[in-house]
């Protein structure tokens, strides 16, 4: 069999991208992303596969791609910057990360595929288009006018027992012809669904323990290769502030007089009554999920990250495990490129859920 054959723009590392990669069923015509960390690591980690440096808020970059690929390829997916969306961000309504999506869809829809595929944070719904509206509305005006009809859904990554309550949002466009295939890839995609996920102990429970400064990019452990499995170094202060915290605690169990004037304010309410100090060195729980994993996971403040028992930040392995990477997906560079690659990257449990629907509906008679 010949197979479907897709593009991957915005692609990071390929996280969205992994389930089709290692699919009989499909075949890689190019993967794309602005940041060269991003495409040393997509070559790394999908061999033989195409990657281009393509900046999309660029025109040219766009015309080119669309030229070499128009009415050539099944599947073009990708997910465009989410920074301009995220609560995380400053949400500002000028944002040249934000109307990237518009960059997004311009390409998939000149190349005309069967089926779009996007991902972004699902905070994208309430978002303002800078051009007037919301950013939604704006999708629908794009889409419309280049004869595709979409649907939307926010899933979780628990959703498909994944240890992480991570939700995103997921648009799914085809010809307008083909719109009643739109209800099957839903449903199918609900079929797969798991009524339980995984606990941060059999995600993460498994790996050697190393405490802060601890850990080497490639270690040998019963009898396998570990990568990234390396702690980062933190301060002799940070550290006993971390031992302070019992399980399920946080900043507000650490004695006073162990804390900056900056965190005393921020425990005592002098930058508001919110909960987010509640969760800045958090401790995680062995029998819960993990938070959303994060591009900063490098720092202190970004949330309940600190491990169950160690006194430190998660690894980049922890955080990729996750995610859902396997074992052998490579990662090297600095903690604060690392850690951007994993946070930023679409689980790949979505994507192995998708690329199987998606193929099984291809080849649907009822795809004209």
Same mark, same amino acid.
């Given at each position: ?22 699919? =009989? ?7 794309? !992303? ?44 990708? #997910? ?11 949400? *500002? $309504? ?6 990237? %999506? !518009?960059?997004? $869809? ?14 972004? %944070?699902?905070? /994208? ?14 999708? !629908? ?5 280049? +004869?595709?009809?979409?649907?939307? /859904? ?39 669904? =798991? ?19 601890? +850990? ?22 940070? %550290? ?9 605690? #946080? $900043? ?10 900056? $965190?005393? *304010?921020?425990?005592? +309410?002098?930058?508001?009554?919110? #909960? ?5 060195? #958090? ?76 193929? =099984?509906?291809?080849?649907?008679? =009822?795809?004209?």
């Amino acid at each position: 069999m010949i197979p479907y054959t897709y593009i991957d723009l915005f692609s990071g590392c390929g996280g969205l991208s992994y389930g089709f990669s290692k699919s =009989k069923s499909f075949q890689c015509l190019l993967a794309s !992303d602005v940041w060269d960390k991003a495409g040393e690591h997509y070559e790394l980690n999908h061999k033989n596969e195409p990657f281009e440096l393509r900046d999309f808020s660029k025109q040219e970059d766009i015309d080119s791609v669309v030229s070499r690929f128009k009415n050539k390829c099944d599947v073009v997916l990708g #997910g465009p910057p989410c920074q301009g969306f995220s609560t995380l961000g400053k949400r *500002k $309504l000028v944002c040249e990360k934000s109307i990237l %999506v !518009d960059s997004f $869809l311009e390409v998939a829809t000149r190349i005309k595929p069967r089926l779009i595929l996007m991902e972004n %944070v699902k905070t /994208i719904t309430s978002k303002k288009h800078p051009a007037g509206g919301l950013v939604t509305d704006k999708i !629908d005006e794009l889409l419309a006018r280049s +004869g595709y009809a979409y649907k939307t /859904i926010i899933l979780s990554a628990t959703d498909f027992g994944l240890g992480q309550t991570r939700k995103r949002f997921f648009l799914f466009a085809v010809k307008k012809k083909n719109k009643a295939i739109l209800d099957e890839l839903i449903e199918g995609i609900e079929k797969k669904k =798991k009524k339980k996920f995984s606990t941060l102990k059999e995600l993460i429970g498994g790996l050697p323990i190393i405490e802060a400064g601890q +850990g080497e990019q490639v270690t040998s452990y019963n009898g396998k290769n570990i990568y990234n499995h390396q702690a980062m170094n933190h301060s002799e202060k940070l %550290v006993e502030r971390f031992s302070y915290v019992s399980k399920g605690g #946080g $900043l507000l169990d650490v004695p006073v007089e162990l804390l900056t004037n900056h $965190l005393r *304010k921020m425990v005592s +309410g002098g930058y508001g009554t919110g #909960g987010h100090a509640k969760n800045i060195y #958090g401790r995680m729980s062995w029998d819960k999920p993990s938070g959303t994993i994060v591009a900063g996971m490098d720092k202190i403040t970004i949330g309940r990250f600190v491990h169950p028992d160690c006194n430190r930040l998660l690894t980049p392995r922890e955080c990729a495990r996750i995610q859902s990477f396997p074992d052998s997906f490579r990662f090297q560079g600095s903690f604060v490129t690392q850690y951007y690659l994993i946070g930023n990257a679409v689980p790949p449990v979505f994507s192995k859920v998708f690329s199987s629907t998606i193929s =099984k509906l291809l080849g649907d008679s =009822k795809w004209r």
